[in-house]
């Protein structure tokens, strides 16, 4: 499994642009990059998935160079809601997906 | 629509006990895994279901572990003789796989203390 490597801890204001960037440095041809939000006593919830290029939902974009050797989730105009912990994974997706989750970007968005 | 339900959402008991945690996956999820997350840890993998074969047993920490998946939908992980390292939340989450799996979604735990 390919593993990642995301900065412990970032700290922002709302209505910033916030851009968190995971290495990965190992990815495999039929990996995928996915990334998940964690807020205190929930389960993590599905952001965003990519495999290159770039990937825009209504929540951030996912930017994922060539080589895929890393990629950068995008949050626009952050708000309060958005601190959280933010995992960036990578995994087939195909048949069994064994996720290794790290410990994540703690984000901190303040008033 | 309805995500992946958990019960209970909180579990206290005392070290020695059994306990039992409950999963109800999303509807049509062929795919259903169980996590432990420990106080400010990331998420270590237990096991996996998908559909009717026999499940992937690999992350199971002990035998004191075991779960099983009736019906292909609702699961049970079942901790015998708990100790007090066992205490963490246990994350269940499902999916669809095959030849693209997709993401899987969590549901929120069950908060699990061994006193």
């Known amino acids: 499994l390919a593993k990642t490597t995301q900065p412990i801890s970032m700290d922002s204001y709302e209505g910033q642009e916030v851009n968190i960037t995971c290495s990965h440095n190992n990815i495999a041809t039929n990996d995928y990059i996915t990334w998940y939000q964690q807020f205190p006593s929930q389960g993590p919830r599905f952001i965003i998935q990519?495999?290159?290029t770039k990937v825009t939902n209504e929540v951030a974009s996912l930017f994922i160079p060539a080589d895929r050797k890393s990629s950068t989730l995008s949050l626009p105009r952050v708000s309060l809601s958005d601190t959280a912990v933010y995992y960036c994974?990578?995994?087939?997706?195909?048949?069994?997906?064994?996720?290794?989750f790290g410990t994540g970007t703690r984000l901190l968005v303040s008033p | 629509g309805a995500g992946v339900s958990q019960s209970p959402s909180n579990k206290v008991t005392e070290k020695g006990k059994d306990v039992e945690l409950r999963c109800d996956p999303i509807?049509?999820?062929?795919?259903l895994y169980w996590y432990r997350q420990s106080l400010g840890q990331g998420l270590e993998f237990l096991i996996y279901?998908?559909?009717?074969?026999?499940?992937?047993k690999s992350g199971l920490p002990s035998d004191r572990f075991s779960a099983e998946r009736t019906g292909g939908s609702v699961s049970t992980l079942t901790i015998q003789r708990t100790q007090q390292e066992d205490s963490a939340v246990y994350l269940c989450a499902s999916g669809l796989s095959g030849t693209e799996t997709g993401p899987q979604h969590f549901g929120d735990g069950t908060r699990l203390s061994i006193l």
């Open positions: 279901f998908q559909g009717n074969s026999a499940p992937d």
């Open positions: 509807s049509g999820h062929t795919a």
């Open positions: 994974l990578v995994a087939q997706n195909t048949g069994f997906q064994k996720l290794v």
């Open positions: 990519g495999y290159k």
